[in-house]
Structure formats: C-alpha cells, structure tokens
C-alpha cells in the first residue's frame, strides 16, 4: 500500500518518516509530485487544514494521502497562535520571525501563565476513507529560545515533565514524546488496518 504525505515541509516529512518506519506501507512525499504546489492552508481549524490537505492531494494522485497541521495554543494569548501558528507573523514567514513575534507578545507575562499545549491533528483520505487521528502534549513557553534542533517553535516549548525544549532533545527522544508522534501513533492503527483491507474498525 502506497500513502502520500502531503507536505512539502521536509522537516515535517523526515520526522513522519521516523515515525511511522516498520509499517509494511511505501511512503512517498510530494517531492514526487512536483505538479502539486503549495496548498492554501485557510480552514478555520486544524482538521479543515489537514482534511484540505489530505483531500487536495488525493484528488490529485488517487493515492491514499495523510497530511497533518499542527498548532500551537498558549494560555495567556487566548490559545493563539492555535490555526495561524505557520504564518504568525506573516504569510511566509520564518519560524525565527514567528518565535521572535510569540515571546514579543508574552513580555512580561511570569513563568506561571505561560501554558501552552502543542496540537497535532492528521487527516487520512482515500477513496471512501476519511479518518482522523489527534495528539497533543501540555507544556509552557520559555522566555528565551534554547537549542538547534527541531523546527518551529520548538526552542520555546518545554513539555510538562521535561527541563529541555523540543529544540534541545535529540530527535529520539522528540519523536517518542511529541504531539504528532502521538497522533502518528494512532494513525499508525489505522493505516495497519487499512493496510489489511479493514475499511472500518473492528468491533
């Protein structure tokens, strides 16, 4: 069984892949189809996103599609950036820019309100397959960014239980924690079924 993830964000495609390695499946990332272009990410939540996502692509490859949208919703702010977390701070900005934009906003705000919690919510669509899979991890924002590693706003989050940010752990320990890796686990289930020919769960 072939499955497409539908992003060209190749930091995005690396950790999928680590994910969801020792699946009997061939993953493919639209690098092999270089026909599909950016996809306007414009839903008013995470699953319109990864639905619009997942859908655009299979429409177009007729090959099973997962795709997946991730926000990032701190206490303090209301739970912003939450939708807009990729384009905080403009249509294409930078994951600097948009860091530099989240701890402008939380200045000043103690360590004991700043909660925030990371949302993954991945769409599987096929034909007649519409799943939806979801993780998230509690954590806080830092005040300052700290590490190399990882992409977007993981130098300012720390998940609860943890002293380093995404940013300072290696990508083993990342990927066996994070908010996707948790949605990845149950899109795991679903592809092994799928896999099998199980359109539906078992009861």
Not at 1 to 11: C, E, G, Y
Not at 119 to 127: A, E, F, K, L, P
């Amino acid at each position: 069984m072939k499955v497409v993830i539908a992003t060209h964000n190749r930091h995005k495609v690396e950790e999928i892949l680590d994910i969801l390695s020792g699946l009997e499946i061939e993953l493919l990332s639209l690098d092999s189809f270089p026909e599909i272009g950016e996809i306007v990410e414009d839903g008013d939540t995470l699953e319109d996103n990864a639905r619009k996502k997942a859908r655009t692509v299979y429409d177009a490859t007729g090959i099973l599609s997962l795709a997946d949208d991730t926000g990032l919703e701190v206490e303090a702010l209301g739970g912003r950036p939450g939708v807009y977390s990729a384009r905080y701070s403009g249509e294409y900005a930078t994951y600097e820019e948009n860091n530099l934009k989240l701890l402008g906003e939380l200045k000043g705000v103690p360590p004991e309100r700043r909660n925030a919690k990371f949302r993954c919510v991945i769409s599987i669509i096929g034909n007649g397959i519409d799943e939806i899979a979801a993780g998230e991890v509690p954590g806080r924002i830092i005040e300052h960014l700290r590490g190399k590693n990882g992409f977007g706003y993981d130098p300012l989050f720390v998940a609860d239980g943890y002293d380093l940010t995404y940013a300072e752990m290696d990508s083993e320990t990342k990927n066996s924690l994070s908010h996707r890796a948790r949605a990845l686990e149950k899109a795991k289930t679903i592809l092994t079924r799928l896999s099998r020919g199980k359109q539906s769960p078992e009861n």
